[in-house]
């Protein structure tokens, strides 16, 4: 059963519905999960520890920095350029998003403009600032008055800080793309330097993101990386697989996004140059969905493709689907033999990860038994 | 194939500009003219150079001819022209422009105004019929992304019939002139070139033949010779071209290459040495099924796969398989690999000849 799905809802609020393949028709199989979503986990002695884990996500910012183009790439399938159809979001727009490891995220993809602002901090205050686990502050580049941004941010910052003072922040300075590139770092570390010091006691976690290139990924997906429960048991056995087929690396992607939430790497692996790898993979395979979706005909949340390898002369790779949830990524040296005996091994493992990734069991009765049937559901 | 993305590259930006004249001889030229900004350096860079389309906002008008050497499968040029350069000046050498040449691309804005830039396309074929008359005269109608498919259709219509026109008027009739609706915003670019290509390519009735019997042999829907670097396609089977198999077969290449950059560095000798030895004590280059890059991908819908394999520095084969066939993966790999031979062959004679 796939964790990851849009509410029907939430696909009609940004879609502008003239798109021929959106909003999709969802098909039996989602309409079960929907089903299931609304299903509030009865809760049993067996899933009580991993009982689901829900965290409310704030996404901020100024009225056309992004926020909305950002959430419907990393989670709705969307490539940069559909995101010239968005209109600007009214109020606040609401997604649940089912994540690997029982983590839910409450996305609030919080309309900008001044008059949404404004009733946030006042009427809504309580409502939209308490129980925040994330705050993500988009800053556009392009923004003509940077000083004003500032003050919205502060004052966002007070109230996060009145409310949920636990939260995380991460600033996301967007729109790097319309920086001519030798001036990228230098401005970017100007705008970082000046917002973290209006940031109250908050640690804010900078990044530089684009649509247009791989930079939205590795943001996003540290980030979530920091939420995803089970984590360290996650890449402990990953490291265990790894070692035993003799591996470089291994990634574990969320299936639909196809952010990378946990990897391990050999010593060899960790020589590897490009440090950028992760996120340069999410971009490549996640624009190849959108390829094979348009040939197949399928809709692009539908599963895409089960396998792919790739054999050279300095090393092979594969990455197939995983558990329910994950797609697994496997770097090995070349030869046939190693690459066989590694995709053995990882149909072996299968069963041990998606124990760990698995949603939390629905009634007492089943919770006992159904940690391997979670694929049957 | 790792490596060929690498030196590629480095081909592309180093490559030093020809010398004009005899000295580039036996390289068949693209020449890309039409109106400033048009979108003649954007195809050129987006074509060759990889460039993601977005970014040929930033291109700035050409000041001179821009002339690009590719080095691939065969050799060839492509000559990036000013707008606002007026070659039939006669202080122009037109030998030395249209003599090697390969192909005229003239391109048409098609968001724009075009008739200005359809006269200047009527006066330039008028005044090379004389001396060249078969020089190919491709007419790109460029940015047609946005456009309408009724408009699109529409403007093509108008554009051909006002060169046919005009071209009946000065007595000259069955010109080699083609069209092609174009956008660097998708495949169309591509495809397009693929055609003027293909025309250049000797032997090309050959390769066909071959992929034609590979297709038959193993149940393939569709196979393409492609270009890594432009992927441009050089040669198919003769079952119609379909945009969307083009367009995965072309992608596909791109998760390749792209992947391939990622994990093709070159790792330290002494992790090789280990790895040649126990338990194994044989060279890398021995515990590989295949000397050249192979992938496949297999699509949930229909468990349909999606094959690749390296033929030489500068071209792969890819083909689309039977729903279910992945299971015969082992055999199909076989009979590739002798296709693969085959063309190799093909290509020598070709060089040879030269
Ligand atoms: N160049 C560039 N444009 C972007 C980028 N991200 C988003 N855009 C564009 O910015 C415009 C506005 O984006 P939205 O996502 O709707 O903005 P928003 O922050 O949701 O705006 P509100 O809903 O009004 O708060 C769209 O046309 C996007 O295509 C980026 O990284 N680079
Ligand atoms: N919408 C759209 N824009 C395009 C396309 N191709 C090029 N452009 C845009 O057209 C503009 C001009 O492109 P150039 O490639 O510089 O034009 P040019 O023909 O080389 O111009 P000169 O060098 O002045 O002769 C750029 O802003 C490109 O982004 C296309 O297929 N669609
Ligand atoms: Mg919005
Ligand atoms: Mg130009």
Redesign the pocket.
């Given at each position: 059963m796939p964790l990851f799905l849009i509410p029907r809802d939430d696909i009609q609020v940004i879609d502008d519905s003239s798109s021929s393949d959106e909003p999709e028709i969802p098909t039996m199989e989602q309409q079960m999960n929907n089903l299931s979503v609304q299903d509030e986990p009865v809760a049993s002695p067996v899933s009580e520890p991993r009982k689901q884990k829900k965290k409310k996500v704030l996404l901020m910012g100024k009225s056309g920095s992004g926020k909305s183009s950002m959430r419907s790439i990393i989670f709705s399938n969307y490539v940069a350029k559909d995101t010239r159809r968005l209109g600007a979001t009214i109020d606040v727009d609401l997604s649940h998003v089912k994540f690997l490891g029982n983590l839910t995220l409450n996305l609030w993809d919080c309309g900008g403009q001044d008059a949404f602002m404004e009733n946030y901090l006042s009427q809504q205050r309580q409502h939209v600032f308490s129980n925040v686990g994330v705050l993500i502050y988009v800053f556009d580049i392009e923004s003509r008055d940077f000083d004003r941004d500032l003050l919205t941010y502060r004052s966002i910052i007070t109230a996060l800080s009145q409310f949920s003072p636990g939260a995380s922040v991460y600033i996301l300075i967007h729109k790097m793309d319309l920086v001519v590139p030798n001036q990228r770092e230098d401005i970017y570390n100007d705008r970082v330097a000046l917002i973290q010091s209006k940031s109250d006691s908050f640690n804010a976690t900078p990044f530089a993101t684009s649509i247009w290139d791989q930079s939205l990924y590795k943001a996003w997906a540290e980030i979530i990386h920091d939420l995803v429960p089970n984590l360290d048991q996650i890449e402990k056995d990953l490291g265990n697989l790894g070692k035993i087929i003799m591996a470089e690396e291994i990634l574990l992607f969320e299936r639909s996004s196809f952010l990378v939430v946990s990897s391990w790497a050999s010593d060899i692996g960790k020589l590897n140059p490009t440090t950028d790898r992760f996120e340069r993979l999410s971009n490549i395979i996640k624009n190849f969905k959108q390829t094979t979706s348009r040939y197949t005909g399928t809709p692009k949340s539908a599963e895409q493709f089960n396998l792919l390898e790739l054999k050279l002369q300095t090393f092979s790779l594969f990455i197939q689907k995983f558990t329910t949830n994950t797609y697994l990524a496997v770097v090995l040296p070349p030869g046939e033999t190693t690459f066989n005996c590694a995709q053995l091994n990882c149909a072996l493992a299968r069963s041990q990860f998606e124990d760990l990734d698995s949603p939390p069991k629905r009634s007492a009765d089943r919770g006992a038994t159904a940690s391997g049937e979670a694929s049957a559901v | 194939m790792e490596n060929r993305a690498i030196a590629q590259k480095k081909d592309a930006a180093t490559a030093p500009a020809p010398a004009p004249g005899p000295a580039a001889k036996g390289k068949p030229r693209l020449l890309l003219m039409?109106q400033?900004?048009?979108?003649?350096?954007?195809?050129s860079s987006v074509v060759f150079h990889k460039m993601p389309p977005n970014e040929?906002?930033f291109?700035e008008?050409?000041a001179r001819v821009q002339k690009d050497s590719m080095h691939s499968f065969m050799d060839f040029q492509v000559w990036?022209f000013?707008?606002q350069l007026d070659f039939l000046d006669p202080t122009f050498d037109l030998d030395a422009i249209f003599g090697e040449i390969g192909a005229l691309i003239w391109?048409i804005d098609a968001?724009d105004e075009y008739l200005e830039a359809v006269n200047r396309l009527n006066s330039t074929i008028l005044n090379l019929q004389p001396n060249y008359p078969n020089v190919n005269v491709e007419v790109f109608i460029?940015?047609v992304?946005?456009l309408s498919d009724d408009y699109k259709l529409d403007i093509q219509r108008d554009i051909m019939q006002r060169i046919q026109d005009e071209l009946s008027d000065n007595g000259i009739e069955n010109a080699p002139i083609n069209f092609h609706l174009?956008?660097?915003?998708n495949h169309s670019i591509f495809e397009a070139f693929s055609k003027v290509i293909q025309k250049l390519i000797p032997h090309l009735p050959t390769l066909e033949a071959m992929l034609n019997n590979l297709c038959r042999a193993n149940g393939f829907e569709k196979a393409y010779l492609f270009d890594v670097l432009s992927k441009i396609y050089i040669a198919t089977d003769s079952s119609p071209v379909d945009m969307p198999s083009y367009e995965i077969c072309s992608d596909y290449i791109d998760v390749i290459v792209d992947i391939s950059e990622i994990y093709g560095w070159a790792r330290p000798q002494s992790y090789i040495e280990y790895l040649e030895g126990p338990p194994w004590n044989h060279k890398l280059e021995d515990q590989v099924a295949c000397k050249d890059a192979e992938s496949c991908i297999v699509l949930s819908d229909g468990r349909r796969p999606i094959m690749l394999r390296e033929v030489n520095k500068y071209l792969a084969l890819v083909m689309v398989g039977k729903e279910g066939s992945y299971s015969q993966m082992a055999m199909i790999t076989e009979n590739v690999g002798t296709i693969v031979g085959g063309l190799l062959k093909a290509f020598e004679i070709t060089k040879a000849r030269k």
């Open positions: - | 039409g400033r900004r048009s979108g003649k350096s954007s195809i040929t906002l291109l008008s050409t990036d000013p707008g391109v968001q460029h940015k992304d946005g174009t956008s660097i915003y």
